[in-house]
C-alpha cells in the first residue's frame, strides 16, 4: 500500500486538479515531476495512480531529498538526481509537472530561461508549469512567446490566489536583490504538437 502526503488542503493539489481536468480521457502511465518535492509528487501519484513517476532533485539537496524518500512509500516513485539545467533526460513520458522551480533557478546558479528551456525539452506530450505571478525572476511574457514560437500548444492558462502568501526575502544568489510576496500562482496545461 503506498503511503503519500495528504495534500488535499493545498493549493497545489487544487491547481493541478483543476489544470488536468481536461486529460481524464488520456493514458498517463510516465511522469517526471521536475523538481520534485513531496507535495508535488503526492499529488502526481494520486492524480495519474496507473504512472510511474521520476521525482526530480538537484544533486544534494537533502532538503527535497529526504522528505521525499522518508514521506512517501511507493514502489512507482523514483527518486533521479539531476540538474536539470545541465543534464539531457532522455526518456519519454506522457507528462511534466514542472510546480515551482523555475523561479529557484538562480538558488542553483543557472538562469531561468536556462531551467525552461530544459524542461521544454523533455520529451512529453503534456506539461504542467506553475509558477509564483510575482516572482520577479520568472519571466511569464518571455514562457508564452516561447510556446509560440516553438510551436506547443497553451490548452488552459489560469491565475489561482494564494490562500497562504509568502514573503520571499533577498537572494544572496538573485542579482537584483528583490524580494516579492507570492499572492498569485500562474498555470499553464501546454501540449506538445506531434507533427
Known amino acids: 500500500m503506498e503511503k503519500l502526503v495528504d495534500t488535499s488542503k493545498t ?16 493514458e498517463i502511465k510516465k511522469v517526471i515531476d521536475a523538481g ?33 524518500e522518508n514521506a512517501i512509500g511507493s514502489n512507482r516513485l523514483e527518486i533521479v538526481e539531476a540538474d536539470m539545467c545541465k543534464t539531457c533526460i532522455r526518456k519519454k513520458y506522457d507528462f511534466c509537472l514542472a510546480h515551482l522551480i523555475l523561479g529557484e ?6 538562469h531561468f530561461s536556462d531551467l525552461f528551456h530544459q524542461v521544454m525539452d523533455l520529451k512529453s506530450k503534456y506539461y504542467l508549469i506553475v509558477d509564483i505571478l510575482e516572482d520577479p525572476a520568472v519571466h511569464f511574457r518571455y514562457v508564452e512567446q516561447y510556446l509560440k514560437e516553438k510551436d506547443f500548444k497553451i490548452l488552459k492558462k489560469k491565475k489561482f490566489r494564494n490562500p497562504n502568501p509568502e514573503h520571499y526575502p533577498k537572494s544572496k544568489y538573485d542579482k537584483y536583490k528583490l524580494e516579492f510576496d507570492s499572492k498569485h500562482f500562474l498555470a499553464y496545461l501546454v501540449a506538445r504538437n506531434e507533427n
Open 11 to 26: 493549493i497545489h493539489d487544487k491547481i493541478v486538479k483543476t489544470m488536468i481536468k481536461s486529460l481524464k480521457n488520456v
Open 36 to 68: 520534485s518535492g513531496k507535495t508535488s509528487a503526492s499529488i502526481l501519484l494520486k492524480y495519474f495512480p496507473n504512472a510511474l513517476v521520476d521525482a526530480v532533485v538537484y544533486p544534494g539537496d537533502n532538503r527535497k531529498k529526504n522528505p521525499l
Open 105 to 110: 533557478a538562480h538558488n542553483f546558479g543557472n
